[in-house]
């Protein structure tokens, strides 16, 4: 387990509202969570990004799961999603996760 996922981890996320922008040194910070298989993207809702975290939320059926960052385009994420469950390591999961990620950008 990541300390990002650690860190998410332990707070409700009905009280995880990363909606709302922060100005830092004329940044913008934005996080959020996306329900995304490999392949897919997430949309950050900024026009560009700086600096991008992925981290996939703990699994409860002990496959742990690995975010890349495939590309990235404006504000846009494109993601690939690898499993391995202590057996088997498998690339490129059709199934849907839940990630979390944070962005800095503009």
Aim: a negative charge.
């Amino acid at each position: 387990m990541s300390l990002t996922t650690r860190w998410f981890a332990k707070i409700p996320e009905s009280q995880i509202d990363f909606s709302y922008d922060l100005n830092v040194l004329g940044k913008k910070v934005k996080a959020g969570t996306a329900s995304v298989a490999s392949g897919g993207t997430i949309s950050t809702g900024l026009s560009s990004i700086d600096a991008i975290v992925v981290t996939p939320q703990e699994s409860t059926s002990g496959t742990a799961y690995f975010v890349k960052i495939t590309s990235i385009s404006g504000g846009d994420v494109t993601v690939e999603i690898d499993s391995y469950d202590g057996t088997t390591y498998t690339a490129g999961v059709s199934t849907s996760i839940t990630v979390h990620w944070i962005a800095i950008g503009e």
